[in-house]
């Protein structure tokens, strides 16, 4: 059984950093995309990032490019993501999410792909 367990989140102010960590287990993720999606209060989930686990090609939302790193850690099946110049928009629930795919494609930027989700950890960027 997958299981995703983030963790990291909390309150920061604006301009401030945090980093996420998603705990993965219950397979070998070699041949999987690891995802980061956001939800805020009356919007939908959208798109933030992903990484291909077995080759670290990564995509991010034009939203966070330039502020936002993803990356992983193959022997602890640890995924991150590193929040820079956190702004009152980036303030949501953020889930990790998992999706069978040997690498990054078109397909990984849309929630409805993802086969295994986390439960969310919750972020608040104040002013």
């Known amino acids: 059984q997958v299981q995703l367990v983030e963790s990291g989140g909390g309150l920061v102010q604006a301009g401030g950093s945090l980093r996420l960590s998603c705990a993965a287990s219950?397979?070998?993720?070699?041949?999987?995309?690891m995802g980061w999606f956001r939800q805020a209060p009356g919007k939908e989930r959208e798109f933030v990032a992903a990484?291909?686990?077995?080759?670290?090609?990564?995509i991010y939302a034009d939203s966070v490019k330039g502020r936002f790193t993803m990356s992983r850690d193959n022997a602890k099946n640890v995924q991150y993501l590193q929040m820079n110049s956190l702004k009152l928009e980036d303030t949501a629930v953020y889930y990790c999410?998992?999706?069978?795919?040997?690498?990054?494609?078109?397909?990984?930027?849309?929630?409805?792909?993802?086969?295994?989700w986390g439960q969310g950890t919750q972020v608040t960027v104040s002013s």
């Open positions: 219950g397979r070998t993720f070699s041949n999987y995309v």
């Open positions: 999410a998992a999706k069978i795919s040997r690498d990054i494609r078109y397909d990984s930027y849309y929630f409805s792909n993802y086969d295994y």
């Open positions: 990484i291909s686990w077995s080759s670290g090609n990564t």
